[in-house]
């Protein structure tokens, strides 16, 4: 498919000098291509026992085009005082792209150093660039259901992958201040470890530099999750003499598989402009895990 959006509702900022805010305006242009497929079988149906399977995938590719002349719109501040704009709607790139700096290890001493882009001596906001994104490229659903004789099973997975996250939560319990409260900090840190620690020194404070939107906080926000697993039982009306009655039991978000080191790679903490804001995760509150037991009576 290729779809072109114009005129795409976007927020545009107002300036702090008439009185700052934002409002909602219809601008700009938006392609979105890519391509779906799926497929949907039985794996075997026999009289008291059948498996229908059917397998989606899909791959998305977005892109700002233009916004009206404008050469970029930063996002939301994610927590005034401590993380500002870090994520950025610019031509050329995708809805959800995550704006920052450029990690590129410790000195010797064990302070952050940040990439100049500008070249000019000073690590500050022209630094920042598009440094990833938060819309993955593929998305995949695998959904099963398998019966046998008066009893059913369901299970469904889905994954995606080519996501990133900036995981904030991680940097305010590591790095943005000299009190820390994540345990890896210290025994994986530049004071405990020296070269080649993951964390920077806190002892030598003075002058280092850290930022929560950078590379050293961006990480792959790709997943595999087993979204439901249902089972269920149907006492047909000939035994009960009152009517069909079918019990279930399910769970939902029952196991997830990632490399993301945040609480769930599919939450956002920002939830207005949701697209744009993806990638946010400063105490994110994960998908919770839900049970459920189920009657059903068919009279």
Same mark, same amino acid.
């Given at each position: 498919?290729?779809?072109?959006?114009?005129?795409?509702?976007? +927020? +545009?900022?107002?300036?702090?000098?008439?009185?700052?805010?934002?409002?909602?305006?219809?601008?700009?242009?938006?392609?979105?291509?890519?391509?779906?497929?799926? =497929?949907?079988?039985?794996?075997?149906? &026999?009289?008291?026992?059948?498996?229908?399977?059917?397998?989606?995938?899909?791959?998305?590719?977005?892109?700002?085009?233009?916004?009206?002349?404008?050469?970029?719109?930063?996002?939301?501040?994610?927590?005034?005082?401590?993380?500002?704009?870090?994520?950025?709607?610019?031509? !050329?790139?995708?809805?959800?792209?995550?704006?920052?700096?450029?990690?590129?290890?410790?000195?010797?001493?064990?302070?952050?150093?940040? &990439?100049?882009?500008?070249?000019?001596?000073?690590?500050?906001?022209?630094?920042?660039?598009?440094?990833?994104?938060?819309?993955?490229?593929? =998305?995949?659903?695998?959904?099963?259901?398998?019966?046998?004789?008066?009893?059913?099973?369901?299970?469904?997975?889905?994954?995606?992958?080519?996501? &990133?996250?900036?995981?904030?939560?991680?940097? *305010?319990? *590591?790095?943005?201040? +000299?009190?820390?409260?994540?345990?890896?900090?210290?025994?994986?840190?530049?004071?405990?470890?020296? #070269?080649?620690?993951?964390? !920077?020194?806190?002892?030598?404070?003075?002058?280092?530099?850290? =930022?929560?939107?950078?590379?050293?906080?961006?990480?792959?926000?790709?997943? =595999?999750?087993?979204?439901?697993?249902?089972?269920?039982?149907?006492?047909?009306?000939?035994?009960?003499?009152?009517?069909?009655?079918?019990?279930?039991?399910?769970?939902?978000?029952?196991?997830?598989? /990632?490399?993301?080191?945040?609480?769930?790679?599919? *939450?956002?903490?920002?939830?207005?402009?949701?697209?744009?804001?993806?990638?946010?995760?400063?105490?994110?509150?994960?998908? #919770?895990?839900?049970?459920?037991? !189920?009657?059903?009576? /068919?009279?």
């Amino acid at each position: 498919y290729l779809k072109e959006t114009e005129d795409a509702l976007l +927020r +545009r900022g107002i300036p702090e000098y008439n009185g700052g805010g934002s409002y909602w305006v219809n601008q700009g242009k938006i392609k979105n291509t890519g391509f779906e497929a799926v =497929v949907n079988g039985y794996i075997f149906q &026999e009289k008291n026992l059948a498996w229908n399977s059917a397998l989606n995938f899909s791959y998305m590719k977005n892109e700002v085009v233009d916004l009206a002349g404008d050469p970029f719109i930063l996002g939301e501040i994610v927590a005034p005082g401590l993380v500002e704009q870090a994520t950025i709607i610019k031509p !050329g790139y995708p809805i959800g792209s995550i704006y920052g700096l450029t990690f590129l290890g410790f000195d010797d001493l064990g302070r952050n150093v940040f &990439e100049d882009k500008d070249k000019n001596g000073t690590i500050d906001a022209a630094d920042n660039d598009v440094i990833g994104k938060a819309v993955p490229d593929f =998305v995949f659903g695998w959904n099963n259901m398998l019966s046998y004789k008066n009893w059913e099973l369901n299970v469904f997975f889905n994954a995606a992958f080519g996501a &990133e996250k900036l995981n904030l939560t991680r940097w *305010t319990t *590591t790095a943005s201040s +000299r009190f820390f409260t994540l345990r890896d900090a210290y025994f994986k840190g530049f004071d405990k470890v020296g #070269p080649g620690a993951e964390f !920077g020194t806190q002892k030598n404070s003075s002058g280092n530099l850290s =930022v929560g939107n950078s590379t050293q906080w961006l990480e792959s926000a790709d997943f =595999v999750k087993l979204k439901n697993l249902s089972i269920a039982y149907t006492f047909p009306k000939a035994q009960t003499h009152v009517a069909d009655i079918r019990l279930s039991f399910s769970c939902q978000n029952l196991l997830t598989l /990632t490399s993301y080191k945040g609480l769930d790679p599919e *939450t956002s903490s920002v939830n207005s402009n949701s697209d744009v804001n993806a990638g946010m995760d400063l105490g994110a509150y994960p998908t #919770p895990r839900t049970y459920t037991i !189920g009657a059903r009576f /068919t009279f």
